[in-house]
């Protein structure tokens, strides 16, 4: 249990801590049995005083990574770098801050370098740091079956799919 509690932490951080300042989330007797977070500059805090982008993305890696644990436990601390799959997020820049929303993709791809993640958003943000080839627009005909395009030229925020691959 400890090797997966250090593979969750480590796949935290490697999502939150150059993007955010945000490191080492820990159980906290002194905070009233909580989950708190750590930062250079603003000390310990709950984690459910942080914003609701940042519980989400470290909910959501916190549950890829512990999965990734689950299904290979003889990878131990590494099985969040080691475990192949593909993971499908809906709206992954939900709640982010604009700057995040630049900096999602990589930091997943950091964080789990051989799981491919398909992703939906909205966001313009997201869809300016990947390469035009690894995006989709996601249309229906006139009849409701579902067009999956490369878009021509640069995207724009409507409905896309972003494969992403390291």
Same mark, same amino acid.
């Given at each position: 249990?400890? =090797?997966?509690?250090? $593979?969750?932490? &480590? *796949?935290?951080?490697?999502? *939150? ?7 080492? #989330? ?9 989950? @708190?977070?750590?930062?250079? &500059?603003?000390? !310990?805090?709950?984690?459910?005083? #942080? ?5 989400? $993305? ?14 290979? /436990? ?6 969040? #770098? !080691? *475990?192949?799959?593909? @993971? ?9 801050? /604009? $700057?995040?929303?630049? &900096? ?11 799981? &491919? ?6 966001? /313009? ?5 990947? !390469? ?6 996601? =249309?229906?005909? =006139? !009849? ?20 992403? *691959?390291?």
């Amino acid at each position: 249990m400890k =090797e997966a509690i250090q $593979a969750i932490q &480590q *796949t935290i951080n490697c999502l *939150t801590k150059d993007v955010t300042g945000w490191r080492d #989330l820990e159980y906290s007797s002194s905070h009233n049995q909580q989950l @708190v977070m750590n930062h250079p &500059q603003h000390g !310990k805090i709950p984690l459910a005083q #942080l914003s609701d982008g940042l519980r989400n $993305a470290v909910a959501m890696v916190a549950d890829i990574a512990f999965r990734c644990v689950k299904l290979n /436990p003889h990878l131990r601390d590494e099985a969040a #770098l !080691k *475990t192949q799959g593909i @993971v499908l997020i809906d709206e992954v820049d939900m709640f982010l801050h /604009p $700057a995040w929303q630049q &900096q999602i993709i990589q930091s997943l791809r950091s964080a789990f370098p051989l799981i &491919q993640f398909i992703v939906t958003t909205h966001s /313009p943000q997201v869809i300016s740091t990947v !390469k035009r080839e690894s995006v989709r627009l996601l =249309e229906q005909d =006139e !009849k409701g079956n579902g067009l999956a395009s490369i878009p021509p030229g640069r995207p724009t925020a409507s409905q896309v799919m972003m494969y992403c *691959t390291a």
